[in-house]
C-alpha cells in the first residue's frame, strides 16, 4: 500500500544543518513529529549534545538551525521497516537547501544514504555524511556510541 509522508519540513531562513531519515514511522506519523517511536533514540541524542531539556522540539531544531525532513515523499511500506521500502518518490530536498543556509548534511541510515545519493545529491550538489539511524531496529549501537557519532553536528554549527 502506497503511504504519503504526512509530515511538513522543519527548517527556517537560518537553518544551516540539514538532516534527513528516510520515512516516518508509523508512531510519527501519527503524532504528527518525527521520530516519536518510545524507543527511538533521537531525541535522547540531542538533548544531550545540546545539554538541554527539549520541551518544544521544532523550537529546539530553529534555535539550533537545525532542519530536519526524510528522503522520501511517498512510498509502499510494510510498517515501518526501511528494508520494505519501495517505488518511492522523494522529496524536493533543493526547496530547503535554496531556502536556507544549509551547507551539512547528515543521513540517518543506510537506506536514507542510499536514497539521498541516488536521487537527491544529483540536484542539490552537497555531499551528505552517513549518521547511524537512532531507530530501536540499530541495536548495535549504544546511546553513548550515537552522541559519540552525532558530536560531528555539533562541530558544524560552532
Known amino acids: 500500500m502506497r503511504v504519503l509522508h504526512t509530515l511538513e519540513p522543519i527548517y527556517d531562513e537560518n537553518s544551516r544543518v540539514l538532516i534527513l531519515g528516510s520515512f ?3 508512531k510519527s506519523r501519527e503524532k504528527m513529529m518525527y521520530y516519536s517511536h518510545p524507543q527511538n533514540r533521537f531525541w535522547k541524542v540531542m538533548s544531550i549534545l545540546f545539554d538541554e531539556e527539549i520541551l518544544d522540539k521544532r523550537d529546539f531544531l530553529l534555535r539550533h538551525n537545525i532542519a530536519l525532513w526524510d528522503v522520501i515523499e511517498s512510498c509502499e511500506i510494510e510498517g515501518s ?10 522529496n524536493d530536498i533543493k526547496m530547503i537547501v535554496d531556502k536556507t543556509k544549509v551547507v551539512n548534511i547528515f543521513v540517518l541510515g ?9 536521487y537527491v545529491y544529483p540536484n542539490v550538489n552537497i555531499e551528505a555524511r552517513l549518521l547511524s539511524s537512532s531507530s530501536p531496529a ?3 549501537k549504544s546511546l553513548n556510541d550515537l552522541v ?5 553536528i555539533l562541530e558544524c554549527l560552532s
Open 81 to 90: 521497516s526501511d528494508s520494505s521500502i519501495k517505488n518511492i518518490k522523494v
Open 24 to 26: 516516518p514511522s508509523i
Open 148 to 152: 559519540d557519532e552525532y558530536s560531528v
Open 110 to 118: 543506510r537506506k536514507a544514504m542510499e536514497l539521498y545519493n541516488k
Open 138 to 140: 540499530n541495536a548495535s
